[in-house]
Nanobody
Framework: QVQLVESGGGLVQPGGSLRLSCAASGTMFISSYDMGWYRQAPGKQRELVAAITRGGSSNYADSVKGRFTISRDNAKNTVYLQMNSLKPEDTAVYHC???????????WGQGTQVTVSS
């Protein structure tokens, strides 16, 4: 059974930092997948925050460029999202995604809550 498990969320003050982790288990080896972090705030649609390809190329939403960094450690079967200079508008549930578009494979984690508030 394929499973993605996020961790690292929590409550942080504006300007603070968090590092999210997404660990894959079961028969999934993330080295074969493009990976991404999405977020969904209350009353809003899920949006892409950052993505990293199998080859290591990354892209970011304009709202997080320069503040967030996505990385992957294939040996640990884990993807990370380092979030710095957090703002209240970053408050959301953050979900990990793994996909191979050409094989129509798409997996989601359950999400981890990030709340930025003083």
């Amino acid at each position: 059974q394929v499973q993605l498990v996020e961790s690292g969320g929590g409550l942080v003050q504006p300007g603070g930092s968090l590092r999210l982790s997404c660990a894959a288990s079961g028969t999934m080896f993330i080295s074969s997948y493009d990976m991404g972090w999405y977020r969904q705030a209350p009353g809003k649609q899920r949006e892409l925050v950052a993505a990293i390809t199998r080859g290591g190329s990354s892209n970011y939403a304009d709202s997080v460029k320069g503040r967030f960094t996505i990385s992957r450690d294939n040996a640990k079967n884990t993807v990370y999202l380092q979030m710095n200079s957090l703002k209240p508008e970053d408050t959301a549930v953050y979900h990990c995604n793994a996909n191979i578009i050409s094989f129509n494979l798409n997996y989601w984690g359950q999400g981890t809550q990030v709340t930025v508030s003083s």
